[in-house]
């Protein structure tokens, strides 16, 4: 089922994607978040979300909205999915109120009678068909001029998520008007509601006209509507990508869509959402998705068990084996593990908070770090030396560049590589090296078909990826 055919066109898809997911350490770094790995299947969260909707002759081209460390990620992946969207950046982090309006000023102004489809780039959604019926009718809604929200009916006395209690139902039957919203409350009262009815979980999606969300934003958060319009009146164009104005985006207020418009607003409404969605907010609710065996243990990877019950193991990158286990998380990756009871999934955040403060680069990073031109693997890191796989699309080239307190030595495991070093140039062929030294121009450059790998050796006093001066790069980084 789809969108009347009025609607054509006017429904732009607007995709959060700038999010950092930390309760799902060690799987979602800060610049490689949960919305971009494979944690329900085959394709990413935010690959998900495209093809919800990507082949819906109903939607105009999506919006997305990211930031600067994460667009090379995510413009692949938009790649892989085989999606022509609009790439919006946010120069710093302003929460959902003002990058939803950022996203209602590039719409409007390419259509002003557009409507916009809000949708985070890290949920699930398991029934696609029920969730276009109910966009279908939060539409109709829209353009009677209402915020529309999307509810999902509570299996359980959830404390993670927000909750929205149901008002008077809209003449139509498409919703209802939203009485009130809760933001996570306790377990008894979350209980509470599942006993009297009528409350549902916010989904955190939403459908409105982008004019009469900017309107209400104007009267009710003023400040967050003229930073976002003057972040759009100074924006240019990157490439792929669009950069609003830091300076005037920066100064708006960090708050979220709820607090800012939806809990004052007299125009919200919620249209049910019986998908099979969630927030996929933590290791537990993946727990509760996922198929289980016969112990009710959900076993991913390379997983030997013995007397588990009730639990979630991840053997992502290495063997684990797990004996005697009730009702535990362990996710083990090739730089980190993680042993958690699953009810104190939701503390997870507080360990990636304190490895942020301890500045470990395994809150920050994982070991493969996607490139415009491929990407990068640690292998090995010890005192001033480093090793790395560094793989380069056909066709595709790092930048002119040097460093100032490293070298590095080039090993060739398959492919040509064409090598620029110093004012030379030369091709290295498979099982041919070339050294680097610290001070050198450089650039590496993948003239062939087919992928090259390289092995890099780095040497040096200091290691890291801000010792680089660049001085041309085919992507535009600075």
């Not at 398991?126 to 509810?151: C, H, K, P, W, Y």
Request: with cysteine.
């Amino acid at each position: 089922m789809g969108l009347a055919p009025e609607a054509s066109r006017e429904v732009r898809p607007v995709v959060l994607a700038g999010g950092s997911g930390m309760r799902l350490w060690p799987l979602s770094r800060e610049t490689f978040p949960k919305q971009l790995s494979p944690l329900m299947g085959e394709h990413s969260l935010l690959q998900s979300t495209i093809r919800r909707i990507g082949s819906n002759a109903a939607f105009g081209r999506p919006i997305i909205l990211t930031n600067e460390a994460l667009r090379f990620a995510v413009a692949e992946q938009l790649r892989l999915a085989d999606c022509a969207a609009s790439i919006v950046l946010e120069p710093v982090g302003r929460n959902t109120a003002a990058a939803i309006a950022v996203a209602a000023f590039q719409a409007a102004r390419e259509n002003a009678e557009a409507t916009l489809l809000v949708m985070p780039s890290d949920h699930m959604i398991a029934d696609g068909s029920a969730f276009l019926i109910a966009v279908e009718r939060a539409v109709t809604l829209a353009r009677q001029n209402l915020l529309v929200t999307f509810g999902a009916t509570p299996t359980r006395p959830e404390t993670g998520f927000g909750y929205i209690r149901q008002g008077a139902a809209i003449e139509g039957g498409h919703g209802y008007r939203v009485a009130s919203f809760t933001e996570k409350p306790s377990r008894d009262v979350a209980q509470g509601y599942l006993d009297k009815g009528g409350y549902y979980w916010n989904c955190g999606i939403f459908v409105f006209k982008a004019s009469f969300y900017l309107a209400e934003l104007k009267r009710l958060a003023p400040e967050v509507h003229d930073a976002a319009q003057a972040a759009c009146d100074t924006q240019a164009t990157d490439h792929d990508f669009i950069r609003i104005g830091a300076k005037a985006f920066a100064a708006s207020p960090d708050i979220s869509i709820d607090y800012a418009v939806m809990e004052k607003t007299g125009a919200a409404a919620v249209v049910p959402l019986d998908a099979g969605w969630s927030d996929i907010g933590s290791w537990s609710e993946i727990w509760n998705i996922l198929p289980k065996d016969a112990a009710a243990n959900v076993l991913l990877g390379d997983v030997l068990a013995e007397n588990v019950t009730r639990c979630y193991i991840n053997g992502a990158d290495k063997l684990v084996a797990a004996v005697g286990l009730t009702d535990t998380i362990v996710v083990a990756t090739d730089d980190a593990v993680l042993v958690a009871g699953i009810e104190h999934a939701q503390s997870v955040r507080k360990i990636t908070e304190r490895l942020k403060t301890l500045h470990r680069r395994e809150a920050i990073e994982p070991t493969r770090v996607s490139r415009p031109w491929g990407f990068f693997q640690s292998l090995h890191r010890g005192e001033r030396f480093q090793v790395k796989r560094l793989t380069i699309a056909p066709g595709a080239r790092i930048s002119l560049q040097m460093h100032l307190h490293r070298a590095e030595h080039w090993v060739v495991v398959n492919g040509t590589a064409l090598v620029t070093h110093g004012e030379d140039k030369r091709l290295v062929q498979e099982n041919e090296s070339i050294y680097i030294p610290a001070g050198t121009k450089h650039r590496l450059e993948n003239p062939g078909k087919m992928e090259l790998n390289v092995i890099e050796v780095q040497t040096g006093s200091y290691l890291e990826e801000d010792d680089i001066v660049r001085y041309d790069d085919t992507y535009g980084r600075s």
